[in-house]
């Protein structure tokens, strides 16, 4: 049988070693190139050529970049996730439509394999592996990278070897992943603990020092927990975001630095620059707090941490997300209000929130004469709220 193979290519050295790989030492009659364009604004008509130059029989660029906001980066807007409590999930969340767009485009191309280019020791290859295993479990998986043990010189001289000239003229000294939902950039200097960033490294942001000394004001609208205004105009999902990431970055917000844990088991210093996805997170927690009651908060809370690993280890196929998405969901129909961010030197507050549907009530809090709260109840209450407590404080002294 012949060896038909769908391989997600991003036009990096890596990835197009794996060409030649795939089809002298794989077994590959037929290799068709997937470029998944997620917004990270690299020019597709060059990476489509070079995938021929290396000798795939077809090369393609899918377009994802609307599909990838709102059919991921909304849904994990409305869970609030954040991995360890820091990380909006930007690069996991591309894994799992770039191997949605693998399976699709295999059996467009009539395949029974796909590949790609990760190594064994990061999260990317677990996302891919299950996504395509959990979509299509008749589909061989190939990953050159994590068989073939090249060090960047054997990579080169591989490619070399079948024509390839691999551009690495101005390589950086650490690794980029970049969409339209964040940047992470990871290993060389970055490994070192004690290496504090310098400006080189980030390019979404400015330097707090850098920012304007005038803060920036934004408000987003959320119908049903999912964005669509920024300061009252409507905008589509990608529109939308990328205008965050512009004002968030000028504005010093977005950047984090943290020590990740890896799927893999291995703890791992990350950077990532991901204004827009922080604003959004941000102002959605604060419509959450103004139109959920204090139980379903809680309860979402605890759900979010799980939300989140879950999506971060890659089983966004997986049954688990699918229930969670489903209490998520029917948690989200009030969602509906304006929240405005203050934008400061890389900080971000609240400054206004409103929401037809609020349940913050002026009559019930207020110390003012028109009061409706019945402060008579309270003794009560309170008698009742503690028994269970000072049952216990009486029977163990
Ligand atoms: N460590 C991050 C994550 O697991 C970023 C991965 C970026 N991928 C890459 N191939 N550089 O989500």
Redesign the pocket.
């Not at 999930?89 to 996991?92: E, I, P, R």
């Given at each position: 049988m012949s060896k038909r193979v769908v391989l997600a290519y991003s036009g990096g050295v890596d990835t197009t070693a794996c060409i030649p790989y795939l089809r002298h030492e794989m077994g590959a009659d037929f290799i068709v190139a997937m470029a998944a364009d997620l917004g990270q604004g690299d020019e597709l008509a060059p990476i489509r050529e070079k995938a021929l130059v290396a000798g795939a029989d077809v090369s393609i660029v899918v377009d994802a970049k609307e599909r990838f906001v709102s059919e991921f980066g909304f849904p994990a807007i409305q869970a609030n996730a954040l991995?360890d409590g820091q990380?909006p999930?930007?690069?996991?969340l591309g894994r799992p439509l770039i191997g949605e767009l693998l399976v699709e485009t295999a059996h467009e191309y009539d395949c029974n394999a796909v590949a790609h280019g990760?190594t064994g020791k990061?999260?990317?290859q677990v996302?891919l592996d299950l996504t395509v295993g959990l979509l299509d479990s008749g589909l061989e998986i190939l990953a050159p990278a994590r068989v073939w043990s090249f060090s960047r010189a054997d990579t080169i001289a591989y490619s070399e070897k079948y024509g390839i000239e691999p551009h690495v003229s101005k390589e950086k000294p650490w690794?980029?992943?970049l969409n339209i939902l964040g940047r992470?950039v990871?290993?060389g200097l970055i490994e070192d603990l004690s290496w504090e960033p310098t400006e080189e490294v980030w390019s979404l942001t400015t330097a707090p020092e850098a920012a304007p000394d005038t803060a920036g004001y934004v408000t987003i609208g959320f119908e049903g927990g999912i964005p669509v205004t920024l300061d009252g105009e409507r905008l589509a999902p990608l529109e939308l975001l990328g205008r965050l990431n512009t004002l968030g970055g000028g504005h010093a917000v977005g950047r984090i630095d943290m020590l990740?844990n890896?799927?893999v088991g291995v703890k791992?210093r990350?950077l990532?620059e991901a204004p827009g996805m922080l604003l959004l997170i941000r102002a959605h927690q604060e419509l959450e707090n103004l139109t959920l009651p204090v139980d379903m908060l809680n309860q979402k809370r605890q759900l979010e941490a799980t939300y989140s690993k879950t999506v971060?280890d890659g089983l966004w196929h997986g049954p688990l997300r699918a229930a969670l998405d489903a209490f998520v969901g029917s948690t989200q129909r009030t969602v509906t209000g304006e929240i405005t961010l203050k934008l400061y030197k890389g900080g971000m507050s609240v400054a206004a929130r409103s929401a037809e549907r609020s349940m913050y009530r002026h009559e019930l809090v207020t110390y003012g004469n028109d009061c409706t709260f019945d402060q008579s109840s309270a003794e009560g209450f309170i008698d009742i709220f503690s028994l269970p407590s000072r049952v216990w404080n009486k029977v163990n002294g």
């Open positions: 991995y990380y999930l930007s690069s996991a990760c990061g999260n990317d996302r690794a980029i992943d992470n990871e290993a990740e890896r799927v791992s990350e990532y971060y």
